[in-house]
């Protein structure tokens, strides 16, 4: 403090431009890249599981197998049938070409060749019949034989040996997660979106070669998960009821410590600010309307008010965008006592430790 009737001693911080990273903090939860149900397509016995519970299964792997009894006895029951009408028809192609000549010579009447035409037709119908019969056949007996849809984890089998499956419920069988990346869905203000489009677009969001956005995924324990992913779609529709918008990552998981439904917050790089000015919050105060505003070493000495504009925090420290500049003497003590136009005694102040990053959590 100065002496009676003396300026104030206070205590000051010179404004000095510095780059500072900026990020945003979305919560999210992650999912699976694909999901697929393995379900019965036809009724019948389980005869076997062929897989381990928990493992991982590549595309095509038999899985189950069903008792293909009775659906090798309805595709042979089918190819019976379709020899049956193959044989009637060549007869009946036979007949007509015969008829065909006798009809020619007067030999017959016309109604005679048109029976027998008519009849070879109806037994050409019976062949493609026969052979849609056929193809049904070997669709059911094929599916006896339950294959993965997708490469991925396995988990639990849903029925055992001896159970009975039903191809009217669908039976789930077991279901496959392809694991080796990620989905994290996150939800973001519909207003924080558009913005979030506009930097993308002026290139002040940082994205990868193919022009998606970089993210980060900070796990449940507070570390930074090493892989990085990129923004790769967004929902369609504005959510009325919360007016945000559901947008999705995609992160590489080679070792699977992602796991569907964890918990996890997405940090979005936002860019970086080279010339960024930096003001620790306990120097901030707020005016009867709410502005932020900031007590500075003005003409003379004297102590004067910069309203301030700060959109957001960087640690401890607000980012300044409006209201300072380099070389400006900001107070950081004696703030109660401070009155605009009175004049102080400028006493260096130790500067806050500089912040890499500037992150904002919704």
């Known amino acids: 403090m100065g002496g009676p009737g003396g300026p104030m001693e206070v205590s000051v911080l010179t404004i000095a431009t510095a780059p500072v990273t900026l990020t945003q903090d979305l919560p ?29 299964v590549a595309e095509g792997q038999l899985l189950y197998e069903i008792d293909p009894a009775p659906y090798q006895a309805a595709l042979e029951s089918a190819l019976g049938t379709l020899a049956r009408a193959e044989a009637n028809a060549a007869t009946a192609r ?17 109604q005679d060749y048109d029976d027998a035409a008519a009849n070879q037709g109806s037994f050409e119908a019976d062949i493609i019949s026969g052979q849609a019969a056929v193809q049904t056949a070997r669709i059911n007996l094929g599916y006896t034989n339950i294959t993965s849809p997708v490469a991925g984890r396995i988990g639990i089998s849903q029925v055992t040996e001896g159970a009975y499956v039903q191809e009217s419920a669908a039976t789930l069988l077991a279901t496959v997660q392809q694991l080796d990346k990620v989905y994290v869905d996150v939800t973001q203000a519909s ?23 970089k993210v980060k995924v900070i796990m449940e324990d507070g570390t930074v998960y090493a892989g990085e992913g990129r923004l790769a779609v967004s929902d369609v529709t504005v959510n009325t009821t ?55 070493v003005g003409a003379n000495s004297a102590a004067e008010v910069r309203v301030l504009e700060t959109p957001r925090t960087v640690g401890n420290q607000w980012l300044v965008t409006a209201g300072l500049k380099p070389g400006d ?34």
């Open 28 to 56: 999210g939860r992650t999912s699976a890249f694909r999901v697929a149900e393995v379900r019965a397509r036809v009724n019948g016995i389980v005869l076997k599981r062929l897989f381990q519970e928990g493992t991982d």
């Open 191 to 213: 207003s924080e979106f558009l913005r979030l489009k506009r930097d993308l677009a002026s290139g002040k969001l940082k994205a990868d070669e193919t022009g998606k956005a």
């Open 242 to 296: 919360t007016n945000s918008v559901t947008v999705r990552a995609v992160f590489p998981n080679p070792d699977g410590d992602l796991l569907p439904g964890l918990f996890v917050r997405a940090r979005l790089e936002e860019g970086t600010t080279p010339d960024a000015i930096l003001v620790p919050q306990l120097a901030v105060t707020r005016n009867t309307k709410g502005e932020p505003t900031a007590m500075v």
């Open 94 to 110: 036979s007949k007509e070409q015969r008829f065909k000549q006798l009809l020619t010579s007067r030999a017959i009447s016309k």
């Open 329 to 362: 003497q900001v107070i950081v003590d004696h703030l109660q006592m401070v009155r605009p136009g009175m004049p102080v005694k400028v006493a260096p102040a130790a500067p806050p430790q500089p912040a890499a990053t500037a992150s904002t959590a919704h």
